[in-house]
């Protein structure tokens, strides 16, 4: 073989100056929940624009790369994106030698406590994670000269269970949320794992009409998490001067379910009766259309 002949067969570190690093792009892939359009319609969220810079759906990137013998040969701590661009990329060592790796991309932790030892998968409900909207990207790549650059999604790992509450009385100004059996860990396939409770609370700041967002994992099943929601008066609950008719309405609890990168929207309308305890109305948004899922008086 002719000496030329070897230069156009391949890249020869030795000889030539170093070959092309390994180049993964990283872009959003999930910047809107699939059904936003029906959130939008209803004035419960907004749907954000799909040009925006990166860091406007993710903030923070961690990265790591393993080679074909589980060996980490790269790896970014948690770090704020900070620049402008609408992708970000991961450039590695120029010395790698050519071969297969996997990357695993988190977004959106505020540290790297989820990760324990196996940077691979995270738990959902951990310091760093647990109200964060977190994103996550894995894949393989062959290596090769010729071969240098490649794209990678970043995707959400979780589901925003939004409520809306209609019509609750002028003294309720704390609510309280327990969700039981959505998944706590998910790995860089998507693979969910470990049941978990979320329990949330919330202070009002306006009365009557009020909504909240709660960002979760997946249910294992279709209506296989249970929600128990409780509307409080904070103040006669606590001992306070200030006396109420009703100073807890606990709804019944209702099955629903969680989705990647869905919104799962229940409508609460209490009505009140004259005086007697009220009933409440609850609803949940299925294909554009409210669905009641119960109408029983209060517990």
């Avoid at 948690?78 to 991309?105: C, F, H, W």
């Avoid at 990678?152 to 809306?164: C, F, M, P, S, Y």
């Avoid at 949320?177 to 329990?199: C, M, P, Q, W």
């Avoid at 409080?232 to 989705?259: C, N, W």
Wanted: proline share 4%; aromatic share 10%; glycine share 8%.
């Amino acid at each position: 073989m002719s000496f030329g002949a070897m230069l156009l067969s391949g890249c020869i570190r030795e000889s030539l100056p170093a070959c092309p690093p390994l180049v993964v792009e990283l872009a959003v892939k999930d910047k809107n929940y699939f059904n936003i359009d029906d959130a939008v319609k209803l004035g419960l969220m907004e749907r954000r624009a799909e040009d925006m810079p990166f860091r406007v759906y993710v903030h923070s990137l961690y990265y790591v790369v393993y080679d074909e013998q589980g060996r980490m040969v790269a790896e970014q701590h948690n770090q704020a994106v900070e620049n402008d661009d609408m992708t970000q990329k991961i450039v590695l060592p120029a010395s790698l030698p050519y071969g297969r790796y996997s990357v695993t991309v988190w977004g959106n932790m505020k540290s790297e406590e989820p990760l324990g030892e196996d940077a691979t998968q995270a738990e959902m409900e951990a310091v760093g994670t647990a109200t964060n909207d977190i994103y996550l990207a894995s894949d393989e790549f062959d290596y090769r000269y010729g071969n240098e650059k490649f794209s990678l999604g970043l995707e959400r790992t979780k589901g925003n269970l939004l409520i809306q509450a209609v019509g609750i009385p002028d003294n309720i100004d704390f609510s309280t949320k327990n969700i039981e059996d959505v998944f706590g860990f998910v790995n860089n396939r998507f693979a969910y794992s470990s049941l978990t409770n979320v329990h949330t609370e919330l202070d009002w700041e306006v009365r009557n009409e009020i909504q909240t967002q709660t960002l979760m994992c997946p249910s294992p099943s279709y209506e296989g998490s249970t929600l128990s929601v409780a509307f409080i008066d904070k103040s006669a609950t606590e001992g306070g001067e200030r006396a109420s008719f009703y100073p807890r309405l606990e709804p019944q609890d209702v099955h629903i379910t969680m989705g990647r990168n869905e919104i799962t929207i229940l409508k609460y309308l209490y009505e009140e009766d004259g005086g007697n305890e009220g009933t409440f109305k609850i609803y949940v948004r299925v294909n554009g259309n409210w669905e009641l899922l119960h109408q029983m008086e209060i517990e």
